[in-house]
C-alpha cells in the first residue's frame, strides 16, 4: 500500500473510532473488509464521503436467515468493502443513499428484489418490479423459484409516479419505452418548456434478464458465459471481471500469456466501441458522413477480430482459469498491420471532425457535465474522464498485463458532447499502443491453468476497466463448486442518472447526441 493511502486509511480509521463506530476487519485477497454494524451503516458512509472516498457498487446477499448488505468504495486506487448483517425479522438498514447518489438505484433494486428496507432512503419507490411479480414476492430470495409464477399477461405499469413539473407553459414528453430504432426498451419522461428540458426522469428495466438468479447453482464455466452476455458489446470486460472473480476465490493465477491476450481481448473491444460511438454521436446532428466512415472502420476491426479469435464481438475467448484462443505469429504480424491502417485512415479523417463548423456547434458546450456534478455522481469511463474524473482501474489497481505497460490516462475537463467525443478519439490511440505493446512482449506459455475447486463459502471480486468504464463483479462458491451468488455491476448503473443532469437546459432536439454521448446499456443495467 502506498505511503498516501496508508495515511488516509489511518485518519478514516480514527475518524470512525472518534464517532464510536466499531470495524472488524479482514481480508479478501488484497482488498479489506470492514463489518460495520447496521444502525452505524449511513453514519459510516457520511465519514466515508467526508473522507473522499467514491460510492462504487452495493449488492445483498442471503444466507439464511440473515442478509449480508455490501458496499465497496473507493480512495486512491484502494478498494474497501463494507459489510454489515440483519436478520430476517428485522431486514432494515440505513439508507446511504442520502450521502451518495450513486447508491440510490442500487439499494432500491435490493429492495425490490430482496425486500431488504432501506431507511430513510431519499426515493422508495419500486425499480426493478414492472408489476412482473406480486408485491409481497422478493425474486433473489432463496424460496423463490427461478421460472416464477408469471402471469399469461403482465399487468402494465401504469401507475409508476413519475415527478411533476407545474407551471405556465411547461408540458411533458414521453419518450419510450419502444424506440423508433432498434435500441433496447427505456422509458424518459421530460419536463420543457418551448424546447428548453426543465427536468428528465428515466423509467428503465424493461429487460429485465434474471441474470443474479440464472447464476444460482451454475459451473464457473457456466457463469463465465452468463457473465459474457450481461453486455453484449462488453462480452470481453463482463467475462474477465467474472472469471477474475472466480480465480480469486478458487485461488489460482492464470498463466502470463492468457492475460496478455485477455488484454488485447479488452483493448479490441474499447476500440470497436468507440469507433461505433463517435459515428453514431455524428450522426445523431446530421454529420453523415463521419458515421459512414466510423462504421466501415468499426465493420473492418470486426472482421478483424473474427479472423484472429473466430468471433467478431470476442465472446467466449475468456474462461475461467485462463483463455480459450491464442494468437500465432502471423495472426500479431497482421494485427500489427492492421493498427498502422487504423492509423492512417483516422489521420485523414479525424481533420474533417476538427474542421467541421456544423459539427462543432451542436457538440461544444451540449451535455454540460460539470467536474463537481460528475464527481458527486462516481461517473465512470469516458462520461467521468471527459468531465475531470482522473480514474482508470488499469493504471489505478493494476494487474496483469497492466501493470508491465506505459500508458496515458486521457482526461478532459470541459464535460460537453465534444469533450466525449475526443475522450473516446484519444483512448483509441491509447488502445492501439497498449497493444502494440503486448504484442511485443506477449510471452510464451499455457493458455489455461488447472482449475481447483473453491472451498465452501469462498468469495471473489473482479475488478475490470471495460469501454465504458469500471465493471466489478462478485462470486461466492458452495461446496460443490458452484456459484451461490453473482453480482456483476456495469458502469451504465453508476451513469445512467448523471444523464438526468447532462441534458437540464438543452433544448429538446439535442437528447438523443446527449444520450449517445453516455450510451449507457440498457441490458448491462437491467440484470
Same mark, same amino acid.
Given at each position: 500500500?502506498?505511503?498516501?493511502?496508508?495515511?488516509?486509511?489511518?485518519?478514516?480509521?480514527?475518524?470512525?473510532?472518534?464517532?464510536?463506530?466499531?470495524?472488524?476487519?479482514?481480508?479478501?485477497?488484497?482488498?479489506?473488509?470492514?463489518?460495520?454494524?447496521?444502525?452505524?451503516?449511513?453514519?459510516?458512509?457520511?465519514? %466515508?464521503?467526508?473522507?473522499?472516498?467514491?460510492?462504487?457498487?452495493?449488492?445483498?446477499?442471503?444466507?439464511?436467515?440473515?442478509?449480508?448488505?455490501?458496499?465497496?468504495?473507493?480512495?486512491?486506487?484502494?478498494?474497501?468493502?463494507?459489510?454489515?448483517?440483519?436478520?430476517?425479522?428485522?431486514? +432494515?438498514?440505513?439508507?446511504?443513499?442520502?450521502?451518495?447518489?450513486?447508491?440510490?438505484?442500487?439499494?432500491?433494486?435490493?429492495?425490490?428484489?430482496?425486500?431488504?428496507? =432501506?431507511?430513510?432512503?431519499?426515493?422508495?419507490?419500486?425499480?426493478?418490479?414492472?408489476?412482473?411479480?406480486?408485491?409481497?414476492?422478493?425474486?433473489?430470495?432463496?424460496?423463490?423459484?427461478?421460472?416464477?409464477?408469471?402471469?399469461?399477461?403482465?399487468?402494465?405499469?401504469?401507475?409508476?409516479? =413519475?415527478?411533476? %413539473?407545474?407551471?405556465?407553459?411547461?408540458?411533458?414528453?414521453?419518450?419510450?419505452?419502444? +424506440? *423508433?430504432?432498434?435500441?433496447?426498451?427505456?422509458?424518459?419522461?421530460?419536463?420543457?418548456?418551448?424546447?428548453?428540458?426543465?427536468?428528465?426522469?428515466?423509467?428503465?428495466?424493461?429487460?429485465?434478464?434474471?441474470?443474479?438468479?440464472?447464476?444460482?447453482?451454475?459451473?464457473?464455466?457456466?457463469?463465465?458465459?452468463?457473465?459474457?452476455?450481461?453486455?453484449?458489446?462488453?462480452?470481453?470486460?463482463?467475462?474477465?471481471?467474472?472469471?477474475?472473480?472466480?480465480?480469486?476465490?478458487?485461488?489460482?493465477?492464470?498463466?502470463?500469456?492468457?492475460?496478455?491476450?485477455?488484454?488485447?481481448?479488452?483493448?479490441?473491444?474499447?476500440?470497436?466501441?468507440?469507433?461505433?460511438?463517435?459515428?453514431?454521436?455524428?450522426?445523431?446532428?446530421?454529420?453523415?458522413?463521419?458515421?459512414?466512415?466510423?462504421?466501415?472502420?468499426?465493420?473492418?476491426?470486426?472482421?478483424?477480430?473474427?479472423?484472429?479469435?473466430? +468471433?467478431?464481438?470476442?465472446?467466449?475467448?475468456?474462461?475461467?482459469?485462463?483463455?480459450?484462443?491464442?494468437?500465432?505469429?502471423?495472426?500479431?504480424? *497482421?494485427?500489427?498491420?492492421?493498427?498502422?491502417?487504423?492509423?492512417?485512415?483516422?489521420?485523414?479523417?479525424?481533420?474533417?471532425?476538427?474542421?467541421?463548423?456544423?459539427?462543432?456547434?451542436?457538440? =461544444?458546450?451540449?451535455?454540460?457535465?460539470?467536474?463537481?456534478?460528475?464527481?458527486?455522481?462516481?461517473?465512470?469511463?469516458?462520461?467521468?474522464? *471527459?468531465?475531470?474524473?482522473?480514474?482508470?482501474?488499469?493504471?489505478?489497481?493494476?494487474?496483469?498485463?497492466?501493470?508491465?505497460?506505459?500508458?496515458?490516462?486521457?482526461?478532459?475537463?470541459?464535460?460537453?458532447?465534444?469533450?466525449?467525443?475526443?475522450?473516446?478519439?484519444?483512448?483509441?490511440?491509447?488502445?492501439?499502443?497498449?497493444?502494440?505493446?503486448?504484442?511485443?512482449?506477449?510471452?510464451?506459455?499455457?493458455?489455461?491453468?488447472?482449475?481447483?475447486?473453491?472451498?465452501?463459502?469462498?468469495?471473489?471480486?473482479?475488478?475490470?476497466?471495460?469501454?465504458?468504464?469500471?465493471?466489478?463483479?462478485?462470486?461466492?462458491?458452495? !461446496?460443490?463448486?458452484?456459484?451461490?451468488?453473482?453480482?456483476?455491476?456495469?458502469?451504465?448503473?453508476? !451513469?445512467?442518472? *448523471?444523464?438526468?443532469?447532462?441534458?437540464?437546459?438543452?433544448?429538446?432536439?439535442?437528447?438523443?447526441?446527449?444520450?449517445?454521448?453516455?450510451?449507457?446499456?440498457?441490458?448491462? +443495467?437491467?440484470?
Amino acid at each position: 500500500m502506498s505511503q498516501s493511502n496508508s495515511n488516509w486509511k489511518d485518519d478514516f480509521t480514527n475518524q470512525l473510532q472518534a464517532n464510536v463506530i466499531a470495524i472488524n476487519p479482514s481480508w479478501l485477497a488484497d482488498m479489506p473488509i470492514w463489518q460495520i454494524a447496521a444502525q452505524d451503516w449511513r453514519s459510516f458512509a457520511e465519514l %466515508a464521503q467526508k473522507q473522499g472516498l467514491r460510492w462504487v457498487s452495493g449488492w445483498v446477499e442471503q444466507q439464511s436467515p440473515d442478509y449480508i448488505v455490501n458496499t465497496i468504495f473507493e480512495k486512491k486506487g484502494l478498494y474497501l468493502l463494507a459489510r454489515t448483517q440483519v436478520g430476517e425479522d428485522n431486514a +432494515h438498514v440505513p439508507s446511504q443513499a442520502p450521502v451518495y447518489p450513486a447508491a440510490n438505484r442500487s439499494e432500491r433494486h435490493s429492495q425490490d428484489m430482496f425486500g431488504i428496507d =432501506f431507511s430513510e432512503h431519499p426515493d422508495n419507490r419500486p425499480w426493478v418490479r414492472h408489476k412482473a411479480w406480486k408485491k409481497n414476492q422478493y425474486p433473489l430470495r432463496d424460496d423463490f423459484p427461478l421460472t416464477g409464477s408469471p402471469e399469461q399477461i403482465t399487468t402494465a405499469d401504469t401507475d409508476y409516479q =413519475f415527478v411533476k %413539473a407545474r407551471g405556465a407553459g411547461v408540458y411533458e414528453i414521453p419518450v419510450g419505452p419502444v +424506440h *423508433a430504432g432498434i435500441i433496447e426498451p427505456g422509458h424518459f419522461r421530460f419536463q420543457a418548456v418551448g424546447e428548453t428540458i426543465l427536468n428528465l426522469e428515466e423509467r428503465l428495466g424493461y429487460v429485465h434478464k434474471g441474470i443474479e438468479k440464472l447464476a444460482v447453482n451454475q459451473t464457473p464455466e457456466q457463469c463465465a458465459r452468463l457473465a459474457a452476455r450481461v453486455s453484449g458489446d462488453s462480452t470481453v470486460a463482463h467475462g474477465w471481471a467474472a472469471c477474475r472473480a472466480m480465480e480469486q476465490a478458487a485461488e489460482i493465477s492464470i498463466p502470463e500469456r492468457a492475460a496478455f491476450t485477455r488484454g488485447i481481448l479488452l483493448e479490441r473491444e474499447r476500440i470497436a466501441n468507440h469507433l461505433g460511438d463517435i459515428g453514431a454521436i455524428c450522426n445523431d446532428v446530421g454529420f453523415a458522413f463521419a458515421q459512414m466512415q466510423f462504421s466501415r472502420l468499426r465493420e473492418l476491426w470486426l472482421r478483424g477480430n473474427a479472423q484472429y479469435f473466430q +468471433h467478431r464481438l470476442l465472446m467466449d475467448c475468456i474462461v475461467p482459469g485462463g483463455v480459450s484462443r491464442d494468437l500465432s505469429t502471423e495472426d500479431c504480424q *497482421a494485427m500489427l498491420l492492421e493498427f498502422q491502417g487504423l492509423q492512417k485512415e483516422l489521420d485523414e479523417i479525424l481533420p474533417a471532425i476538427d474542421l467541421n463548423s456544423s459539427l462543432e456547434d451542436r457538440l =461544444f458546450t451540449a451535455g454540460f457535465l460539470s467536474e463537481q456534478t460528475a464527481a458527486a455522481f462516481g461517473t465512470l469511463g469516458y462520461v467521468g474522464r *471527459a468531465s475531470g474524473q482522473n480514474r482508470d482501474v488499469r493504471r489505478d489497481w493494476p494487474h496483469s498485463p497492466y501493470d508491465q505497460l506505459t500508458f496515458k490516462v486521457i482526461v478532459e475537463n470541459q464535460g460537453d458532447v465534444a469533450s466525449r467525443v475526443w475522450v473516446r478519439v484519444k483512448e483509441i490511440f491509447v488502445a492501439i499502443k497498449l497493444l502494440q505493446q503486448m504484442l511485443e512482449k506477449l510471452p510464451d506459455g499455457e493458455l489455461i491453468t488447472h482449475w481447483q475447486t473453491p472451498d465452501a463459502n469462498s468469495e471473489g471480486i473482479g475488478i475490470i476497466e471495460g469501454w465504458r468504464g469500471e465493471i466489478v463483479s462478485y462470486v461466492r462458491f458452495n !461446496n460443490n463448486n458452484q456459484i451461490t451468488r453473482f453480482y456483476p455491476r456495469d458502469p451504465s448503473v453508476i !451513469n445512467w442518472p *448523471a444523464l438526468e443532469k447532462i441534458v437540464l437546459n438543452n433544448i429538446v432536439p439535442d437528447f438523443p447526441v446527449c444520450n449517445k454521448s453516455l450510451n449507457g446499456s440498457y441490458s448491462g +443495467h437491467d440484470l
